[in-house]
Nanobody, 120 residues
Framework: QVQVVESGGGLVQPGGSLRLSCAAS????????MSWYRQAPGKQRELVAT???????DYMHSVKGRFAISRDNAENTVYLQMNNLNPEDTAVYYC??????????????WGKGTLVTVSS
């Protein structure tokens, strides 16, 4: 079993910055990818950014150039640096960890989310 815990959310003014953290713990074998999703009120959950164990990254279009995902493989931790935030970024942010048990068998674990509110 793998536990996933996010932290770092809060209230920030438009144009401000926040850094989210997500730590995975437990009986971990291999984590090929870690991702951040978000879900705004009344909307579907959407993929914000992904980073592989090799450091490859991918972002949704609306956050490119503003958000940066990074990870510490030794600590099984992923970060999301969010800059120039705007009210449309307000959402609950979730971390997803893809745990590879063996080749061809993986399980996704989710955290409970951390709320980011961008408002003046």
């Amino acid at each position: 079993q793998v536990q996933v815990v996010e932290s770092g959310g809060g209230l920030v003014q438009p144009g401000g910055s926040l850094r989210l953290s997500c730590a995975a713990s437990g009986n971990i074998f291999n984590i090929p990818a870690m991702s951040w999703y978000r879900q705004a009120p009344g909307k579907q959950r959407e993929l914000v950014a992904t980073i592989t164990s090799g450091g490859s990254t991918d972002y949704m279009h609306s956050v490119k150039g503003r958000f940066a995902i990074s990870r510490d493989n030794a600590e099984n931790t992923v970060y999301l640096q969010m800059n120039n935030l705007n009210p449309e970024d307000t959402a609950v942010y979730y971390c997803k960890v893809r745990h590879l048990i063996r080749i061809g068998l993986s399980t996704d674990y989710w955290g409970k989310g951390t709320l980011v509110t961008v408002s003046s």
